[in-house]
């Protein structure tokens, strides 16, 4: 199976750690997977943002610094995030790979990343269209919460192997997931001209057929501490 992947990853003077742990993703990864190396979006402003947006025939709605009274604004750094992801999927579908990582810089893979990705590929239903390799710890509750017991009892079940898949239950991170051509060209189907949602609410809310691991299984990556670029941006804009 060939397989790729893409780094998202601002290139600037102030952001040292996140270059070397880049550097480090890319090392782990270079023998394994083979490296897009696209350019990450990064704007300078909102307004640069915005028309960079405009000439991808894309609008944000409610671009603002701030998220007040249940409107959805937007920082220059998520609508970023949002133009590599629209960039890389398409990439990816010009390319004959299978599927494609999309990372962001500041995750570590673990000592045996690469094994339990691979077991987790083995395991994908052919069908799939995303599967999150990171679930932020504040999100393991949700498993098994009673909204999601129909879901999980389709295919599986709590007490059986930790080790096995089962269907997203996250409410937000993008730190680290796998994307199929068929989840790749129904992102692209279903990015509406105005988009309204930041991209992981977008993809976990969205009508894909995604999967994720078990609270207690395997992990292949780690979050780091590093500061936010995105929230480095809200600073600035304020």
């Keep these: 199976m060939k397989n790729c992947f893409q780094i998202f990853h601002i290139d600037n003077d102030t952001c040292g750690p996140r270059h070397r742990a880049m550097d480090q993703l890319v090392r782990d990864f270079e023998n394994h997977f083979t490296n897009l190396g696209l350019k990450t979006?990064?704007?300078?402003?909102?307004?640069?943002?915005e028309e960079m947006a405009e000439r991808m025939n894309l609008r944000f709605e409610h671009s603002q610094e701030d998220r007040?009274?249940?409107k959805t604004g937007f920082m220059k750094g998520e609508i970023g995030?949002?133009?590599s992801t629209i960039s890389t999927v398409r990439a990816f579908l010009e390319t004959d790979f299978e599927i494609l990582l999309i990372l962001e810089d500041d995750v570590?893979?673990?000592q045996e990343g690469i094994s339990i990705i691979n077991e987790y590929i083995q395991k994908l239903p052919k069908?799939?269209?995303f599967f999150f390799l990171y679930t932020p710890e504040n999100q393991f509750p949700i498993y098994g919460r009673k909204k999601h017991i129909k879901s999980y009892l389709r295919k599986n079940y709590f007490f059986d192997d930790p080790a096995k898949l089962t269907e997203v239950y996250q409410h937000w991170?993008?730190?680290?997931?796998?994307?199929?051509?068929?989840?790749?060209?129904k992102f692209l189907n279903s990015v509406d001209r105005e988009i309204s949602l930041?991209?992981?609410w977008h993809l976990l809310r969205g009508n894909f057929r995604s999967f994720s691991f078990k609270p207690e299984g395997p992990k292949p990556f780690r979050l780091l501490e590093i500061a936010s670029t995105i929230q480095l941006d809200r600073k600035a804009e304020s």
């Design 41 to 49: 979006s990064a704007p300078s402003s909102l307004q640069e943002a």
């Design 81 to 83: 995030v949002w133009l």
């Design 173 to 185: 991170s993008n730190a680290a997931y796998l994307v199929s051509r068929k989840g790749a060209k």
């Design 127 to 129: 069908s799939f269209d």
């Design 68 to 70: 007040k009274g249940g």
């Design 108 to 110: 570590h893979l673990e």
């Design 198 to 200: 930041p991209v992981d």
